[in-house]
């Protein structure tokens, strides 16, 4: 059994993790209790601090829950600043600029009932508001009734505490675009449905829900389209039920369940079943020990309470897409409402996850640390596949026509070149689906290759063709083709198979302009897009910038090294992205993407943590030898980009990938390169850190006498031996292994300075 107790050694510190002196005091804490899902809340569509909402739920549950402050409809549904809540909102919202489907929302009120969402709305203060990852509580003022919520995967039980003396009433609002209610006043119910999505779903898609309440009605009226009536059936563009409970002498409280289905109502009911016949305070004990068996498989310790909360908050971000999208039917099979075909499949699915964003972090952690959960994922995608024709790049919950990229190929190859030979699912399949994606336009734009009968005859996408984002898809695509000629090898493909994709994978030299020192859009004769400005954001680049993108070749840095001239010209190429001033050209867009602003106010030149193109960038100084910049610059990162606090993200978090970024960097090292065998090394933020992996073995990280001023790694032992390499190889991490970290106040710049010490590169070892 694995201890859920943390014990935390209190450090003093100020702002940017500077700290003081160490005191004695100790403090024990479950993980769950470092987990803040207020973290990221403090945002608006023009400036991110993580555009995250308090996400109540279990680990990749299929419903989660939040308050809500915003309309009906309104992607900010949640915002930190806000004063009102509207309701408490079942939903499926990856990110706001995603918005949500399959979503309805519950709100207690007392006195004069009334269904209007500005109208019901109510003052309320952080101070009287709990938040945790399974458990939400919150004070309604204008209706002295206290609210509490806790999940289970599908299903969730609220307690309502009303005031005595007053009229109880509780209003489910179904939202619009198409929804239907039913009261069951005999069986203290309400039946439903709602329609309400924002794309990527069939025309039969209805989310069914049902809600049990454990008093009687003393009032029952629908709501269609605003007009209130004593039938107990509406079904309209706009529908909701009211309910009452008169009024008691004395406060009284009400439980009621709720559940939902994408399959039908008969299994609503049966998702109901998972609440049991638990009280709220079993089924919150229970969704405890769901968080600290999940946060548990990662402990560290020897930082400051602050950094522990930063940890374990990136952790629990990273635990909660994809979702799963499947349900457990009455024979006990796994089943899903497929969003492809909009028929009942067997199988996994899981969903509301954009490749763009988490091939890079996310699901690497998955591999290494959850591999059984991205085992069933990849199942998921083979059925996405099977059903569809397609496999999703930003699935929410079917396809969508969103960001750019194939990076498909790099979720399924990176996989089962990590854990394919622990789970059995269908790799032939997917590999199919990978072809497939790689050499066709999809029926959307961010499915498939735009642009892939340019890529495949000219390799590259020209910037002439009316295809925004040109170099971006080309540079995406080349390490795509990395990654399939990574699973092609591993799966024994014909050679010339094999050697196409191989052959693709240096496509992204074609964009190089050594003539200006950067990745440049490329017309279809052959020339270079002009006129060329490195910090114009879009354009021929995807939320970013050429100095940005340049770096996009994860495949083979050791050949961008060479295209710019060697080792030295390469870090210096690095440092110019710190040292430049944060200037920027939005002309693509007509004005300042919140991106840019992000990047503009970091003090970090052009830098932009807050999106993920450049995320990987501070690891490449290993390339060129040079990794106690690398060091300095992780521990900058990790200090100045995130803080515990409802502004505590420096950007979008994106369904995981921002987090798990800071997960893996805490730790000591980064996947650079997704679909090698490797990780490169940054240096550890915690004095101890045990990962404990799918196969029952464990990884201990040692930094005794790491510190806010030792961020500099001196040596490193590898069960005991000396260690020179700046990377890690997963099949010997997988083993299980002890690496002790000397960290010292001073670079070490003698240390991993080898030809050998190099990381990963394809030039380096084909």
Not at 207 to 215: C, H, I, R, S, T
Not at 468 to 484: G, K, M, Q
Not at 672 to 690: H, W
Request: aromatic share 14%; with cysteine.
């Amino acid at each position: 059994m694995r201890p859920i107790i943390a014990t935390v050694a209190l450090l003093l510190c100020i702002q940017f993790g500077l700290f003081a002196q160490k005191i004695t005091a100790t403090e024990s804490r479950e993980l769950v209790d470092f987990a803040l899902p207020i973290v990221g809340t403090d945002s608006r569509p023009e400036f991110s601090n993580g555009n995250t909402y308090p996400a109540i739920a279990l680990p990749w549950g299929m419903n989660f829950w939040s308050p809500q402050t915003g309309k009906m409809g309104d992607g900010w549904m949640y915002k930190y600043g806000d004063e009102k809540i509207r309701g408490f909102k079942q939903t499926h919202q990856p990110s706001p600029w995603m918005n949500d489907y399959g979503q309805f929302s519950i709100m207690p009120m007392t006195g004069k009932p009334v269904f209007d969402q500005d109208e019901r709305a109510s003052w309320y203060s952080h101070k009287a508001e709990t938040v945790e990852p399974n458990y939400y509580q919150v004070f309604l003022a204008d209706y002295n009734v206290n609210v509490e919520l806790t999940p289970t995967e599908r299903a969730a039980l609220f307690r309502i505490t009303y005031p005595g003396n007053m009229e109880a009433s509780f209003v489910l609002d179904a939202f619009d675009n198409g929804s239907e209610v039913t009261i069951d006043k005999a069986n203290n119910r309400i039946f439903g449905y709602s329609t309400k999505n924002s794309g990527g779903v069939p025309d039969n898609f209805k989310n069914y829900f049902v809600l049990e309440f454990d008093k009687d009605f003393s009032l029952a009226q629908t709501f269609a389209d605003s007009v209130s009536s004593e039938n107990l059936t509406a079904n309209a563009n706009h529908v909701g039920a009211l309910i009452g409970f008169g009024k008691n002498s004395e406060s009284f409280q009400v439980n009621i369940k709720i559940a939902s289905s994408f399959i039908s109502p008969e299994q609503a009911v049966l998702n109901l079943k998972e609440l049991g016949n638990a009280d709220f305070e079993e089924l919150r004990s229970k969704g405890r020990t769901a968080w600290n068996e999940q946060l548990g498989k990662i402990e560290v310790s020897g930082g400051s309470v602050a950094q522990m909360e930063m940890f374990y908050t990136s952790l629990y971000r990273s635990l909660l897409f994809p979702r799963k999208f499947y349900e457990i039917d009455a024979s006990g099979d796994v089943v899903h409402y497929s969003p492809y075909n909009g028929k009942v499949e067997k199988g996994y699915m899981y969903t509301d996850t954009g490749f763009w964003d988490t091939f890079r972090a996310l699901f690497p952690l998955l591999n290494l640390v959850y591999s059984e959960i991205n085992a069933e994922i990849q199942m998921g995608l083979a059925n996405a596949y099977k059903e569809g024709g397609w496999l999703p790049e930003w699935g929410s919950p079917g396809l969508r026509n969103v960001m750019v990229g194939n990076n498909s190929a790099s979720v399924v190859a990176d996989a089962y070149l990590k854990i394919g030979e622990d789970y059995d699912y269908d790799i032939e399949t997917l590999y199919q689906a990978l072809k497939h994606g790689a050499n066709h336009s999809g029926p959307l734009t961010a499915v498939g290759r735009a642009g892939a009968e340019y890529y495949n005859k000219l390799g590259y996408v020209p910037y002439d063709v009316e295809i925004n984002e040109n170099a971006a898809r080309t540079l995406e695509y080349s390490y795509d083709d990395f990654t399939i000629y990574q699973l092609a090898k591993k799966l024994n493909k014909p050679k010339a198979e094999i050697d196409l994709y191989k052959e693709r994978a240096m496509n992204y030299k074609k964009l190089y302009d050594p003539t200006v020192g950067w990745m440049r859009g490329k017309n279809e004769d052959g020339s270079f897009q002009s006129p060329f400005n490195p910090v114009k954001w879009g354009d021929a680049f995807t939320e970013g910038n050429s100095m940005h993108y340049t770096w996009s070749v994860f495949q083979d840095i050791e050949g961008l090294v060479n295209l710019m001239g060697g080792e030295k010209a390469f870090a210096d190429k690095l440092d110019t992205v710190f040292s430049s001033p944060p200037t920027f050209e939005d002309s693509y867009y007509g004005f300042v993407i919140h991106e840019i602003r992000e990047m503009q106010v970091a003090q970090m030149g052009q830098y932009a943590h807050g999106n993920q193109p450049i995320q990987h960038m501070i690891y490449l100084y290993n390339h060129a030898l040079q990794p106690w910049k690398s060091q300095y610059w992780v521990r900058k990162t990790l200090n100045r980009m995130y803080q515990p606090t409802p502004d505590g993200y420096c950007g979008d978090e994106d369904n995981g990938q921002t987090s798990a970024w800071y997960v893996f960097s805490a730790l000591g090292f980064y996947p650079v390169t997704p679909a090698s065998d490797e990780y490169v090394i940054g240096a550890p933020l915690f004095q101890n850190a045990k990962i404990h992996l799918s196969n029952g073995n464990d990884i201990e990280i040692s930094a005794p006498s790491n510190s806010a001023e030792n961020r500099y790694i001196n040596s490193v032992t590898w069960n005991g031996s000396n260690y020179d390499k700046n990377f890690l190889k997963y099949q010997e991490l997988r083993k299980g292994a002890k690496l002790t970290f000397d960290m010292v106040g001073e670079p070490n710049k003698t240390r991993g300075v080898s030809e050998s010490s190099k990381p990963f590169s394809l030039s380096l070892v084909d």
